[in-house]
Every structure is written in C-alpha cells, then in structure tokens.
C-alpha cells in the first residue's frame, strides 16, 4: 500500500481531531432474549448478550452467561444484531425534500469521486431517528445513483449530534451508474460513452498509481539522482487509485441486464477493483456469471416500483440470488418522493414471505452488509468483541404487528418506546 | 297509443324473456368455499366457515356448521386459508388514467374514463393485491382534475376487459358510477391559469361552485322548458351533481389548514366529500369527526418528501378511529403498490388502529365512500360475489393472495404462472410506461412547475 506523505499527515491530524471531539458514550447493559438471533451460528433459545464498554463481553445461553451485578437488563421475545441499511440517502437528501435539504446528488460533473458523504450528511434530519426507531443502528450512506460516478458513501451509525462522533468509516464507497438514470444532455449521452469515460478514468488512476509508486521508490544507492517527484494532488485521481487499489469498494448501480454485464466487463478489465453491483434488477439474468466474478449484490428494495429499468423487477430476486450462492444485502435506497426513507426491516420483510428463509432475511440486514463493506469486524452479528448494537423486538421482526421495543448502539439504549 | 296495443307492446318483452329463458344454457353451479376463516367484516369473523356464491352475488357466509352447502355446488376446499371481502381502493391511478391538461386548473369536464387503458398491467397487478372495487382518479395537479370512474376489476365471460366499458358500476339510474377529484395545498400551484396560493386557489373553486349554483337555478328555473334551458357546460353539469349530493367529491389534501379549508367550502357548498391522504388528520381527528366527514388515509413507510407531508404518520387510522372518523384506506398506486395494499392494515394495527377497524378500511368503509356500501365491502347474503382467499390471516407479511373473484368469477389465481408473475414481478411484468406518481419526472420530483430534489431521467 503506497501513500503519499502528505495522505499520511492527513490521516494524523484526522485521527487527532477525533481525540478531542467529545466522546459518545460507550455504555453497559445486558439483553435477555427468548430467541436470540447471533448471525453467528444457530439462534440461541433464552439467550443472553452482556455489553461493557460500548462492546460485547460475552454472548450464549443464559445458563452459562451470568450476567454481572448492577448490569442493567432489558428483556424480549426476539432480539438481533442492530440492522444495517447497506446503501441509502438518510440524512443526505432530507426530510422535507427541499433544495435545501438534498444532497445526494451533484450535476455539475459526471464524475466526481471525490465528493465526500461526511461533508453533507445532517445527523438531526428526523429520519435519522425515525429509520431507528425500528431497529436500524447503522447505514451506508451518501450519494445515490444518477451520475456516472456521483460521490462517497459513509458508514454511520444512528446516533450523536455531529458526523465525526457518529461514522464508523468516513468512505465506505464511492458510487457509481450504468444506465439511462446517468445520461446527461452532453457526456455521457449512451452507455457506450459512460462505459468508456469510466475505462478512461481508471486508466488515468492506474497511471497515477504509477508515479505515485516511481515516486516512493529510494533512490539507487552510490548515485547523485534523486527520487521521483510525486505527482500534484489530484483528489479525483486519489480516490480512483484506493478504488484500483481495492481499499473502498465501487458501487455500481446498474439495473438492465446489459448494464450488469457492462460491470462484469469492467471487473474483468481491471480485476483489482473490488465491484458490488447495486440495485441489480434483472441479476436473476445473470447469476451463474456474478458468482463467477465473486461480485456481491446490495439489491433494491424488495418494494421498488417496477417502471422504467426496474420494470422487470422480482420480489424473489434476493431468494434466487442466494440460491446461487451470491452474497446478497437489501438495501433502503434513494426515493425521490415518497416514502423519503425506506425502512430496510420491512423490505427484508417482504423477501422473507416470498423465499428466503428468516435466517437468511435477516442477514441481508446484517451480517451479510458488513461484510460486503468491509466492517464484519465491529457490526453485523452478536458476537464477543464487537459493537453492542442490538436491536429488541416483541415478536417475529418481519410481521408488521410486532414492535421494537428498544435499540441499542455501542451498549447506549437509543429508544425503549415501542415502535 | 290504444290499450290493446299497448298491453301487448307490454306484453312482447316478457314473451320473449320467457323464450329466452327455455333457451338459456343450463346455469352456472354455486360455488361453495369451504373451511376457512371467514373474516365478513359485518359480524365477528368466522373460524370455519363456507361462502356460497351464485349467479354473481353472495348466496350464504357462516359457520360451516350452520351453512348447507348445495349438492350441485362446485367446492373449493379452503381449510386453513382465510377469506375477506374483495379490497376496495377508493384512490389509484393505474391504466395510464390522465385528467386535466395545464390549460386549467378547474377540468370538471373532462372524464378519466376517456383516458383509461384497462390493458395496462396495473390492473393485473391490482387484483394479483385482492383490489376488487377501485376508485380510478386523476392526479392533484389541478384544483379539479376530472370526473373519476368507479369500477370492479371483472373479466366479462372470463375474458380481460377491453374498454373500460367492461368495468363500470352502473348506478340506479344507469349511468356509470363516478365521483370529482379535487385538490388542495401545493401540487397544483403554479403560473397563471393556475393558483399561486392557497387564497387564490379557495377563490377559484368558490367562483367555479358560484358558477354552478347559478347553472342550476337556470335549469330549475327553465321547468323543462327546451327554450329557457341554459347551453349543456359538461363541467357546470358534473358540478351540479355534486351541489345535489349525486356526485361525491374526493378531496386530495395534507395540512391542517388544508383540511379545514375543505371542510369550509363543504360547509358553504354542502357537496358530500371524502377527504384524502390527509398526513395531518392526526392533529385534527375530533374537528373531523365534529364534521361528519369520511376521511381515506394513504399509509406510507416513513414522512417527508414533501413540507406537507413532513408530519404524515402511520398512527393515523388509530388516531381517527379513537376518534369516530369513518377511515378507509388507498394505495394511490403507484405511490404505494396495489399488490400490497393489505400492508396498510398491518402497519395501521402495528400503530394503534383496532384489527376490525383496519379490515374495514380496507373493504366496506372505502364502499361506503363510494356509495356501493349495499353492493360491496363485506360478505353478506345478497352482496356482490367479490372475494378474494388468502394463504394466511390479512394482517400477517406471510399472506398471499391467492385468489381474487369478482361478482363470482374468478379474476386472479396465483396457481396460473401467468397469474403469478404479476403478483410477484418478474421478466415481462413491467411495461416501460410513465406512469402516474404525483409528482415524479423520471428521478427528479416536480411540483407548481418546478423542478425539486434532483433532476434528470
């Protein structure tokens, strides 16, 4: 991994500012579940999960995990890791829909990787606290499709006053389009176009790569010549070499099956590129050839309406997906209208009643997101070292009659009004 | 004409009934549904119970003990499946339904029914969700936007419906059954022909009403007289209807405010109205119920996209239940989908709404908002034969349509792939059409004749 002195310096006074920002707490409180749903193994019949320091200490059965004195418990019939959003707009296009409070896309250039989701994302906008209230701890959030290479997206969880106490990883993508939603008036006018500007792109990335590593190499020893000058900071340039280095993943929405097999090409093309295919409407087309790549899907929301390139859309898809095998997140999205913000638990909801099993809904709002973004470390399941996120429900989370009836992040009990 | 002749001018049409009967192909065997939890919305739901279908219309609905079955009925085991009454939407926009154009903002003339395309997969999308009687409206893009068509979602002889002819309700009188759409808040502001603000929209649909009160005094005033009849105004005419409470105005509007200048007008005018979507009713439930006012709440997933919408809750039902507002549900397809229009009472449940409350939203409370309440909206002897069986109770995500029937043929079976597709979506379900979403341009949302949120296709 070559960086350039300057990231470096970049990355201190970063880290230096988290220091002194106010800290969230990082709290303690002990769950009891009838069922306690881990993404690590089995469910666990009266389940117990202890969180000290804002992580979990120790998770099993309640017979053999005492619990420790003056822990405060909360009890449900069903508890689960706290859900993940694997690719929305929440508080980047607001509430209220205004040209004030919308964010998420930027139309003065086709492709501008460099655009930041931490620089636009509102941690008060209403539907932060709304999404959460259902048992949603954390999203991926930041730009939406609809530009060839619209901007980042962040990994943050629900809660604090600013985005430096609440993200858990500042780029966590960078997002990008394929299709009819990324034309522009001018460049790119048709796929083809768009297809070749992103080949373009990267190119100029792999040749940046090039000077920034020529630059990193010492000079040969007993000779007067010194080392290559770094090349000018380029953001744009920077991002697209972290993409082509494979450190963030490039997110491409692409719907049609001709414009996932635009991604497939590109994969093949430049194989260092770590690609998920967003949305994916038609990917039932091409699931032999996506497991082949080893490219995981954040699939729409399981009730997008069927229209445009959307129109041959399937309720089913997330169920046939996993029965090829693909790593498969369900994702909230970006509504230009209404609903403002889907609510991830219920579109798992509904691929749950049309053939995945509860297990494997459940993961598409877990375990499987985290891992396809790089956190399975600290969020996603139920398991000793990471987050305490859980989220507590009163019943089947799926069913619509049940309620949560309490969210927890980092061991902090956000709510407990049933919802 | 001389008696003799006209008791036999009487007499020719039944001679030829009769004729006709002897000549009729044998009738049709009942159908008895047998085994499942009947939910009849009139009366407590049913654990096992039978419906008997014939001829079109509600035979029997009871306790499987209680009912008899006729020997030559045809049976549909239904042991462990749940049966409801057909859904009623009373808003949604499928069919490519078009209304007013931007030269007006008052179009009570135009009618919608010019404009449907009953062979768009809307309509196979909506009994794939159990719709059986819906309510096809224009947009709220105008003060008025048109005069909408009430209609059942049948197959004539089993067949798909050609024109939209095939779908009418017919009243007493044998016109089609259809109601006004109007509009208030900010869809509809815009440049001049079209309001800027809410005072001036009042105002316009004031003068419009005034205009109308005058057209009628006309024609009373004429007694019938051909001569000192007034010219035939196509909107004025639809307009008098509503002054005489034949024609029932459904009124879009949010905000509080909004929903109090509908009930000011109401009060001036005295036309009968259903208030729709209405994200604020909440804060006003007993002002509504004080007004005797029917309100059809739309239940969406999260608030916002738009201001007056920014405090739309799904507690809504319950609330305006608590209450004593009469509340129906719609789907404003496709602003929420009409296959999963069932959603509504579960999220309405999950927030507060009473189960038998939200079933009736779903059914017989938008019937009675139609005026079709003797006709459809529940399961009792004598009503249309439009039911629909479900795979599981109509609260649970698990249920699947799995049949639809209207007036006792089946129109939606979940067992037939073609069938299925559109309950599921899938390859050659779509159609790529602009449909009607208030008020979404491809990716960008417009409203008043700006372009909000983002742009482009």
New interface residues.
């Given amino acids: 991994m070559i960086r350039t002195r300057s990231v470096r310096t970049l990355a201190a006074a970063a880290l230096a500012l988290v220091a002194i920002l106010p800290g969230i707490a990082l709290a303690q409180v002990a769950i009891k579940a009838k069922t306690l749903h881990t993404m690590a193994g089995p469910p666990i019949t009266d389940g117990v999960v202890i969180i000290q320091d804002g992580k979990i200490t120790a998770v099993g059965p309640a017979a053999t995990t005492p619990i420790p004195d003056g822990l405060r418990v909360l009890e449900a019939a069903i508890a689960t890791p706290g859900l993940i959003d694997a690719r929305c707009t929440i508080g980047v296009s607001g509430l209220l829909n205004q040209k004030q409070d919308q964010d998420q896309i930027e139309r003065s250039a086709p492709i501008q990787p460099e655009l930041r989701a931490i620089d636009a994302y509102n941690p008060l906008d209403p539907l932060v606290g709304y999404v959460r209230s259902f048992g949603i701890t954390t999203i991926n959030t930041g730009h939406a499709p609809g530009e060839l290479i619209s901007g980042q997206t962040a990994l943050i969880k629900l809660r604090g006053t600013t985005v430096d106490e609440a993200v858990i990883m500042a780029v966590s993508g960078v997002a990008a389009t394929l299709g009819p939603s990324a034309q522009r008036d001018s460049a790119p006018g048709t796929r083809a176009k768009m297809v070749s500007m992103l080949r373009e792109q990267l190119i100029k990335a792999r040749d940046y790569q090039k000077s920034l590593d020529k630059a990193a190499q010492p000079s040969a020893p007993g000779t007067d010549a010194k080392p290559a000058e770094p090349p000018a900071r380029d953001l744009r340039l920077e991002l697209l070499a972290q993409l082509l280095r494979g450190e963030i993943p490039l997110l491409i929405s692409a719907n049609r099956a001709q414009d996932i097999a635009s991604v497939l090409r590109l994969k093949e093309e430049f194989g260092t590129l770590r690609l998920v295919l967003d949305s994916g409407s038609e990917a039932y087309l091409l699931t032999a050839e996506l497991k082949a790549a080893g490219v995981p899907v954040i699939l729409h929301p399981t009730m997008v309406r069927a229209f445009g390139e959307m129109e041959n859309m399937s309720i089913e898809t997330a169920s046939k997906l996993r029965a090829a095998g693909i790593d498969v997140a369900i994702q909230g999205g970006f509504e230009s209208y209404v609903p403002k913000a889907r609510i991830v638990l219920f579109e798992a909801a509904i691929a749950a009643a049309n053939g995945l099993s509860f297990e494997e809904a459940l993961a598409t709002i877990t375990i499987t997101p985290a891992r396809i973004l790089g956190v399975a470390d600290r969020i996603g399941s139920l398991e000793v070292g990471k987050d305490g996120d859980i989220a507590l429900y009163n019943g089947d989370p799926f069913e619509y009659t049940t309620h949560c009836i309490a969210v927890i992040i980092s061991g902090e009990v956000m709510s407990e009004k049933p919802r | 004409m001389p008696i003799q002749s006209r008791f036999t001018a009487a007499l020719l049409p039944v001679a030829m009934l009769a004729l006709l009967a002897g000549l009729a192909p044998a009738q049709v065997a009942p159908v008895a549904v047998v085994g499942a939890h009947i939910i009849p919305i009139t009366g407590p739901e049913i654990p096992r119970g039978v419906l008997i279908v014939h001829n079109g219309k509600i035979v029997a609905v009871g306790d499987e003990s209680a009912v008899t079955i006729p020997a030559d009925a045809t049976r549909i085991d239904a042991v462990g499946k749940f049966i409801m009454p057909g859904l009623v939407d009373t808003h949604i926009h499928i069919g490519g339904v078009g209304g007013g154009d931007r030269s007006s903002t008052l179009a009570p003339e135009v009618r919608v029914l010019d404009s449907i395309n009953v062979m768009d997969s809307g309509f196979r999308r909506a009994v794939a969700g159990g719709l059986t009687t819906v309510n096809i409206m224009p947009g709220s893009g105008h003060l008025m936007s048109g005069q909408t068509i009430y209609t059942k979602l049948r197959q004539p002889g089993g067949n798909p419906p050609k024109r939209i002819e095939d779908l009418f309700i017919k009243g007493d009188d044998g016109k089609p059954m259809w109601g006004l759409k109007m509009a208030n808040g900010t869809n509809m502001l815009g440049e001049p022909p079209f309001s800027g603000t809410r005072g001036k929209s009042a105002a316009l649909v004031r003068e419009r009403f005034i205009k109308a009160q005058e057209y009628k005094a006309k024609i009373a005033a004429a007694n019938g007289d051909p001569e000192k009849l007034p010219a035939r105004d196509l909107g004025l005419e639809a307009m008098v209807e509503v002054l005489d409470g034949k024609r029932i105005v459904h009124h879009h509007t949010h905000r509080t405010d909004d929903i109090m200048t509908v009930l000011r007008l109401k009060k001036e005018f005295g036309f009968r109205v259903v208030l729709h979507h209405v994200s604020e009713a909440w804060k006003i439930a007993d002002e509504i119920a004080a007004a005797k006012v029917p309100v059809s709440a739309i239940v ?8 007056e ?2 405090d739309l809750v799904i507690e809504t039902g319950g609330v305006l239940e608590k209450a004593g507002v009469n509340v129906a549900f719609h789907t404003d397809d ?2 929420t ?1 009409c296959r ?1 229009f069932l ?1 509504s009472a ?2 309405a ?2 927030a507060g709404m009473s189960r038998p409350g939200a079933l009736r939203a779903l059914t017989l409370a938008g019937a009675e908002m139609l005026d079709l309440q003797s006709r459809v909206g529940s399961l009792e002897a004598g009503k249309d034969a439009d039911f629909i069986i479900l795979s599981a109770d109509p ?4 249920a ?1 349509v799995e049949q639809t029937w209207v007036e006792g043929g089946k129109v939606f079976d979940r067992s037939l792939e073609s069938d299925r597709l559109f309950s ?12 009607y ?1 208030c ?2 341009q ?4 417009v409203f008043g004749g700006k372009q ?6």
């Fill in positions: 969406i997933d999260s608030p916002g996209g738009k201001l919408a920014a496709w602003i989908d999963l959603r579960g999220l449940v999950r609260l649970s995500v698990y699947k599921t979506g899938g390859f050659g379900a779509g159609r790529d059409q602009e449909p979403m008020c979404v491809g990716t960008g949302f909000w949120g983002t742009a482009g296709q």
